[in-house]
Structure formats: C-alpha cells, structure tokens
C-alpha cells in the first residue's frame, strides 16, 4: 500500500477474506498522484492486489463524513452480509505502532459502503467512486463488461432504502399532506407506485439471471 505513513501490506490469516489476502504476494506497489485519488479534503492511500484498487476503510470512513474508524466500521458490520471477498477484506499493515489488521475495500466495496450511508457527502462519494471505475475501465485495468454482481447487490440495497421511503409516506408524509388538501399527495403516491414496480420487477429480473448463470 501506498500510505502516508508509508504502510507496508502483509497477507491476513482472516477467515472470509481470501480473495484479498491470497494476492498479497502479487501487491504491485505504486505511487499515485493525489489528484487522481482525492475525494474533498481525502488523499486516499491504496493498494493494488488482483488488478483492482483496495481503499482502507478508515479513509472511507473519512471521505464519507465520519469523525472516527469506529462509525464506518459499524456500518459495515451492520451489513456485512451484502458483501462478498471481491469487495471488502483485511490485511496487515505495519504502522510505527507495530503491526495491525486494517480492513480494505475495493471500489465496488467502497460504492456500496457510499450506498448504505446517510452522510451528507454519501450521493457525491457514489458519484466519485464510479468515475474512479470508468477511469480504470478506460486505462483497461478493470473489465468493462457488465458487472452484474455490483449492481445485483446495489439494486438489494436500492430497494431497502425504496421500503423505507413508502412506509414513511404511508405513515407520516401522505396523511399530513391528505390533512391540507395537497395535490401533490396523489401525484407523489403515483410515482411511488411506479418506481416501486419498476425496483421489484428489476430485482426479479436480476435474480432469474443469478439463478440461470452457468455454474463452473
């Protein structure tokens, strides 16, 4: 990894994560420029294993608007099981303080933590993290064919945040607005009718193809 601290990546004996830490030995140290990996006031630090950009989750935690590692780590314990070993990991790092486990995730790891937030940079952080990927894409470090794993899982958490939204109208929003006689109500309800439709019948969709992919 590339670090200003100058960290040096070791392999992690931790269960689950052997996607990550069976290409330790094939880490390709680089140096980068900071305006190529600076979200706001973030220089981000990486390291490349298995061709793909890995992101420490406590500069996530940082870039996304957490004031400590521990936010950013309840978060993802919070939904840990949305993510798979291409997306999040752990490997030690050596730190003037000695050696610690430090927790990484790939960008699509990092586009789906920016998913399950609700930090006001959260929507601009999604934004960045995908024109990160085009830009790997276009330089043919990344294989631009569809990702159907990242956006399976992004339309799962697409439709928890949708859940959420329609019961709060239900319950809250379309009776205050019924109460005053808005017009809005309807036509809002309406929308909400549609997208939702729309989320479900992707959602199936995406599953038939998961359940119809050839196994190896």
Known sequence: MVSKNSETPQCANTNGVSNVSNHCEKTDMNSIQNKELT????????????????????????????????????????????????????????????????????????????????????????????DILDREVEQGNVNPAFDFEMHSKNMTVARKHFKFIYEAWCHQLDPALRAINSPVAAELVDHLKSLGSLTYGIHLGLERAEKSKPTH
Do not use: C
Request: aromatic share 12%; net charge positive; charged share 20%.
């Open 39 to 130: 979200f706001h006031n973030t220089n981000f630090s990486y390291m490349e294993m298995a061709g793909q950009i890995w992101l420490t989750a406590a500069e996530v935690g940082e870039a996304l608007g957490y004031s400590d590692d521990k936010a950013i780590h309840r978060l993802y314990r919070k939904h840990a099981d949305e993510f798979t070993v291409n997306m999040t990991g752990v490997v030690k790092v050596t730190t003037p303080g000695g050696v610690q486990d430090s927790r990484v995730f790939s960008l699509r790891g990092a586009h789906l933590m920016g998913m399950f937030s609700r930090t006001t940079v959260a929507k601009e952080f999604r934004r960045w993290v995908l």
